[in-house]
């Protein structure tokens, strides 16, 4: 066997991620792991979860973005919007030598995933009808659909198998906000907010290490200077803060309380960090932030294959 | 070997199916897969969901017959409602041959799945209670009762052991309302609302099929003309319109958007539905809905056997 | 081997039960659960709630201890306001001859658990870091500390490689409510409401014995002579009461409906208990409710250790 041979798995898969917008309040998510532990016994399901707000293909791009680092190899079934969006189609989009494959809509949810696990090698639109569920109703492809294409895969049927072929530069790309230098001031905006209510901005630490230590927090309920720290417990409490998150980027955060609630922050609001006061270069005199979102496509080709 | 017998499955089962009222806010759920895999350690257990609100058998009873056709043979564990009841028995119900048991509370929950898994073969009331966990208190039959239950039957012992035999027929049947056809036009109600705001109703496509693709629904806001399509995108957006649902029923639903809240709907709504203006044979006057429940009672004896 | 060694496993666990505050409605949880299968594939994880409610230590401990009773041999993973605390260390804490550990922050979380496991036998805090994962942040120890620390338990790693021994006296107690008798009433509190809205009292059904099968129940909205019952279907419909609930506590109860909505109670809401008017000894007069909280520690020593 060639190197590259080497590095491939046997047939199939044991592991298969699942993510969605089904909710818990019904059996849907139940249904799609029954499905899953029908046809493919031998897979252990992980839920990431299923608490996707519906449509929300954003968030849950985020979420499978965020878990994409510690995900088991095998396959990952992410569905958001998955039976709306106008007859998007499904794909199985494989990366990584063949180490996992992403299953789901064909809707930018798993563009950034697919970037982070460094591209997309193989992909296909899942045509082929002989491996999905006959069904009364068009309308639940997580269960008619994915799921039992998911179980092909991890009985080592090959992606090739499971439909045509597609270009990865004709998916659908994620389109996902950059924060903006402008005039020496950072405008971002909230990204996700946890349950602890947490603001994960779309800037890093590395963005504001000139600044040092504090930075100037420009919120549409007003400025203020605040300490950027490596852990809750080491803001003041009851003030808010920049800390450094689990996923390494910057977070509003109040100690032992929601920044969400304290500071009427939704995901999406604008936010807007500078040099602290008086601690700028220059002293030079701060603008006023103005929230024009910028957008990046994310693209699922191969890492290093050109644009 | 008989045929008969070639068809039973080696003594024990290897996937427990569970569904409750008992919430994820706190372990009470958890506490349940404990004593299962403590029990019957080799056991797969699939929650379908434990979200049924509280004491709603109805709700529990059409959400598990949903997820039937979808689950893997083995044993149903499910308990709505479960403490109350006024001590309506513990019961556990054989299925297809021996490739299925229902366990819960023989207050209607199970009737709607037991039906459509071809009806009640054995049954036993749960009254051995050498397989019953020893408790400080008696309000957790689902934890006590039907978990050491469900893994006697898991490890092989046989449903004859675990408590006495009692006539199908003696079981608590299901009341599910059936539409009623009032002068052409056809009466029914919301029977479940999905997380995306999907009404169902109790009205399949077969129903109105004389109508072509399109009927005029009556709500209590006011009367209008719908389309009749098989999938959400095809609806215009944020007009309502009647989809062919992932179960084979029709739902009232808005593209992208929930129809509960922007029709003010609830579970339990009268909704009629009638030929759309004008396209109705004769043009016949559409008459007021009057929304008279209509129920039916859905019986736990074998398909084939005589009422 | 010694009878002492005969008793003690083979190194390594096969079972996880998880119980957190990260909540469902993103990939926190099913992030953990990631890192848990990669790490110790051959593990299975028992979810047992992660609704805590967000930096509820107390909540968290209760819940931890109910479970206990039902949990399987194996780690316990616990985390309530792990990332929080003010720098509380991460403990691992072996019980029962090390057919248990329980993984978690020093904050008080797991000592009733430990507590009822039979107490604390080896110690350790986690300052061993090759055992945790690298993170880009530090703000997500469940992720980085605990579950690479449970994975390497369950794969035979002994808990002295984990860290540094800690005396388990000086590790942080629980400090929970017990009743208090004023002049032959029992002054407690609400400890949960579950999700029937069934409120549980620190007040067992032995400190009411000596009333008989009534009491006199004392909340801030009036009181009322209560019959004391084993089973909610028992209650009159409509009209609170006392059950023997789950756990072998007393719970005020209403049946088939939820006694904190109807009686206003929430967790750590004053409730008092006397006998029922007329039937005390003596007919001795009832005083008004105090509701002083009287607290105690819960230590982690190993039982039969002096205090």
């Known amino acids: ?19 969605s917008d089904l909710g818990s309040v019904d059996e849907s998510a139940g249904v799609v792991r029954s499905v899953l532990a029908d046809l493919a016994p031998h897979v252990r399901i992980i839920d990431l ?14 979420a499978l973005a965020r878990a994409v680092p510690y995900l088991t190899a095998g396959v990952v079934l992410a569905a958001v919007d998955a039976a709306g969006g106008g007859g998007r189609p499904a794909v199985a989009i494989e990366v990584a030598g063949g180490r996992g494959v992403f299953v789901g809509p064909d809707n930018g949810l798993l563009a950034p995933a697919v970037a982070l696990a460094g591209g997309a090698e193989r992909c296909v639109t899942l045509v082929r009808t002989e491996h999905h569920l006959e069904a009364p109703g068009a309308t639940f492809p997580c269960r008619d659909v994915y799921a039992p294409v998911v179980a092909a895969l991890c009985t080592g049927v090959d992606l090739a198998d499971l439909g045509d072929p597609v270009d990865p530069g004709d998916l659908l790309p994620a389109v996902l906000p950059l924060p903006r ?21 779309n800037i890093g630490p590395e963005d504001v290490a000139p600044w040092g230590d504090r930075a100037r927090l420009h919120l549409t309920d007003g400025v203020r200077n605040v300490p950027i720290v490596d852990g809750y417990h080491r803001l003041g409490v009851g003030a808010p803060g920049l800390v450094v998150d689990a996923t390494g980027m910057l977070s509003i955060a109040v100690e032992r309380s929601s920044a969400a609630r304290e500071l009427g922050l939704a995901v999406g609001d604008p936010v807007s960090l500078g040099p602290a006061d008086g601690e700028g270069p220059g ?8 929230a024009t979102p910028v957008t990046t496509p994310v693209t699922l080709r191969p890492s290093g294959a050109a644009g």
Chains 1, 2, 3 share one sequence.
């Open 1 to 19: 066997v060639t190197p590259d041979h080497a590095d491939r798995p046997p047939a199939g898969f044991d592991t298969v991620s699942f993510l």
């Open 49 to 62: 979860t299923h608490e996707i707000p519906p449509f929300d293909v954003r968030s849950g791009s985020l």
């Open 181 to 201: 230098d402008d005039g020496g001031m950072l405008v971002g905006e909230v990204m996700w907010i946890d349950r602890f209510g947490n603001c994960q901005l």
């Open 283 to 290: 002293g030079a005199p701060v603008t006023t932030p103005v």
